[in-house]
């Protein structure tokens, strides 16, 4: 056998190790497969009863901001997790917001949290807040604020 397929056979035993080693941890092996964060939304609230005025953006607004993340106690918006905020006319809400990680442990959990306090506003309907992934959230996204709060922690 030649020292290059010697070397071949070796890499390949290498790999396969790592593969199963990857497994046995639950790790997806990178060479192999993709970690695609899954989809997923949160909804609350119910649809206005005819003739209410809609809730003002900056009541929206207010309401996201009483939501935080556990681990850093700086609240979503100012954390730059809320990428859109579309109104429609009947009131209903859809939400764009993503988390600091895809493996982020409370991803089922701020979604629902920031669509129940936003369905507790005078004039929200419907509201679905949707977790993305693209772009991927970075510290430049979060407010001079926020910055400045975890210069403090």
Known sequence: MTEEKKENKQNDAIGATESRLLQAMSVEDATTEQVVPLEYSAFAGKQLSSGMKKAKMFDIVEQIRSVSDPEIPINVYDMGLIYKIEQKDNGDLYIE??????TCPIAGVLPQQVA????????VGKVE????????????????EAREMLELL
């Open 97 to 102: 917001m993503t988390l600091t990680a895809p």
């Open 116 to 123: 129940d306090a936003v369905a507790l506003t005078a004039g």
């Open 129 to 144: 807040v949707k977790l993305v992934w693209e772009p991927a959230w970075t510290p430049d996204k979060m407010t001079d």
